[in-house]
């Protein structure tokens, strides 16, 4: 948190909104002393003993915020340092969704690949933004963690856009509802923040509980999805996580093929691609214009 704050500004055009979610007693003491130090800086707390998750500490954030503009934040990751030169040259158009570009490192300070495929997706939509913008939003529909955006706050409270508030995937829903109702998008090739990629991250953690909210929420994305016109070839599979399943019971597995089913979900991709990315590997292809292709059914 202390690095993360100690990478924005202190300007009186930023307002910089923490959410306490059912901290312990010294992290509250620690809190209350950069509040004191910091004069844009508002802590909100999640009074009760539990905590409530990302998808309730964002909306508490989009709720409160006073701004123009939202940018949501990690407590362990922070901004790089042309970020805010960044956000302030693009507020001055009439954007009202900016998608950039990340990097991730791990505890050591050491290069991850945990943002490659995400950057990979911004180059290739930002080099078709102007040309074709129904095939810019369907790339950025696998592009769901908030961070790294600028959103307008007026977008988001006109359409009733929130965060679903479970633990996980909470995100999945609240990036392709902005997309939906974004009329101006603008796709940068600009780092602006950076993602701590380290083992306690809620992107690695294994259990049933995690499992099944991952799913669902992956079977409402694809049914909201199928819905719009730049759905085509853009939809998520549920493959993968009936294969997980299997490490808690057959009847699970079982139940996860009936819900995709009765769902527009994907089971899988066609198969003709992964024919053609076992091809494509062959010949020594990028492996991530391999998943691209996979992915969207697409070579670049």
């Excluded at 730049?230 to 009847?251: C, M």
Aim: charged share 25%; glycine share 4%; with cysteine.
């Amino acid at each position: 948190m202390v690095q993360l704050l100690s990478t924005i500004p202190k300007r009186k055009d930023i307002e910089i909104l923490v959410i306490d979610d059912a901290s312990d007693g010294s992290t509250k003491e620690k809190l209350l002393i950069l509040e004191a130090e910091t004069p844009q800086l508002t802590i909100l707390y999640n009074h009760d003993k539990d905590p409530k998750g990302a998808g309730w500490g964002r909306n508490q954030g989009i709720f409160h915020a006073s701004g123009k503009y939202l940018i949501f934040a990690d407590s362990d990751d922070f901004f790089s340092q042309e970020a805010f030169t960044e956000f302030d040259a693009v507020t001055r158009n009439k954007y009202d969704f900016v998608v950039f570009k990340t990097r991730s490192i791990t505890a050591k300070g050491q290069k991850s690949g945990r943002t490659n495929f995400l950057n990979f997706l911004i180059e290739e939509a930002a080099n078709i933004q102007e040309n074709e913008p129904v095939s810019t939003k369907k790339i950025l529909t696998k592009i769901d963690a908030p961070w790294a955006k600028l959103i307008s706050k007026s977008l988001i409270v006109d359409h009733n856009i929130e965060f679903e508030e479970i633990h996980y995937s909470n995100d999945v829903l609240f990036n392709l509802q902005v997309l939906i109702h974004a009329k101006h998008i603008n796709v940068s090739r600009s780092i602006v923040y950076v993602v701590l990629d380290h083992d306690s991250s809620l992107i690695k953690e294994r259990n049933e509980d995690m499992l099944d909210q991952r799913f669902d929420a992956c079977i409402r994305f694809n049914n909201v999805l199928a819905t719009q016109e730049f759905s085509k070839n853009a939809h998520s599979i549920t493959a993968g996580y009936i294969l997980n399943a299997k490490e808690y019971s057959w009847l699970k597995m079982l139940s996860f093929i009936r819900k995709t089913a009765k769902s527009k979900a994907k089971l899988m991709y066609p198969l003709h691609r992964y024919f053609i990315a076992f091809i494509m590997k062959l010949v020594g292809a990028d492996p991530l214009k391999i998943r691209f292709y996979v992915v969207f059914g697409e070579k670049v």
